[in-house]
């Protein structure tokens, strides 16, 4: 049962995180592309990997098809959304899911040896499930200054040592690397979705749901991202990457505009 659970829970997370709404968290439209050059530990441990991407040209066939799925299905579905959901309830959404998704978080905060950041995101869930109605609201940011501390285990195996292998770009999921398709399953484990009874269109439904809401919370970054770059792969392949750099090296980037998905 716990393996036919894991598989529903890859299956729709494959089938539904896509670019724009994955990298809603991650891209800024006035991010600075470029490795800041006074990291000498960051550009000498990364140096082998600037290049990492032998698959560039169906990374960008790949590429143009996310784009016209963003254009043709996404943004109408989007603004629709928009139009009828209001902003607070949007907001309580979004509360919502980052709520569910915590004790991912906090597995792997601990998978890191930071344990401050586990405990904290574990007192988030307890707060925020209970003062927060199920976590609706974010009484634990807004009463007692707790920030979350997102984790995924992806940027556990990079933690671990783990290299983060060729650049990835996949239909209807968008910008990985291979490490970060490997921590997919890790994630899937933490996740308390994965141990709820619920069918394949509910788990459809719960994902869709997250993604819409989350792009219209952020809207156009992908477009601005469009517009200010001469070559929009390059842009978005640069961004993802040095953000998951960042996250390994546990610092804040320039390009980590908003909080983790």
Not at 71 to 85: D, G, M, Q, S
Request: proline share 5%; charged share 20%.
């Amino acid at each position: 049962m716990l393996k036919k659970r894991i598989t529903l829970f890859l299956s729709l997370a494959l089938m539904v995180l896509p670019v724009w709404g994955a990298q809603a968290n991650d891209v800024s439209p006035d991010a600075n592309l470029s490795i800041d050059e006074g990291e000498g530990k960051f550009d000498e441990f990364f140096a082998e990997e600037e290049a990492g991407d032998p698959l560039e040209s169906m990374n960008r066939f790949f590429f143009e098809v996310n784009d016209k799925l963003y254009f043709w299905i996404l943004k109408p579905v989007n603004t629709a959304y928009t139009a009828v959901v209001p902003l607070d309830f949007r907001q309580c959404f979004g509360n919502f899911f980052d709520n569910i998704r915590a004790p991912v978080w906090v597995v792997n905060n601990l998978l890191q040896g930071k344990i401050s950041g586990a405990g904290i995101n574990l007192s988030r869930f307890l707060i925020n499930s209970t003062v927060g109605v199920l976590g609706l609201g974010d009484p634990a940011l807004q009463s007692f200054g707790m920030k979350p501390k997102p984790g995924d285990f992806g940027q556990t195996l990079g933690v671990w040592g783990v290299g983060e292998g060729a650049y990835l770009c996949l239909p209807l999921i968008g910008p990985l690397t291979l490490r970060d398709s490997v921590g997919f399953a890790g994630d899937a484990l933490s996740h308390p979705i994965t141990y709820v009874g619920i069918t394949y269109l509910d788990g459809v439904a719960y994902y869709t749901v997250d993604k819409v809401n989350l792009l219209s919370l952020h809207p156009g970054l992908y477009e601005d991202m469009k517009r200010y770059s001469l070559d929009p792969y390059i842009s978005m392949r640069q961004v993802y990457l040095e953000y998951r750099r960042n996250k390994v090296l546990n610092r804040e980037g320039k390009n980590n505009m908003l909080n983790e998905l």
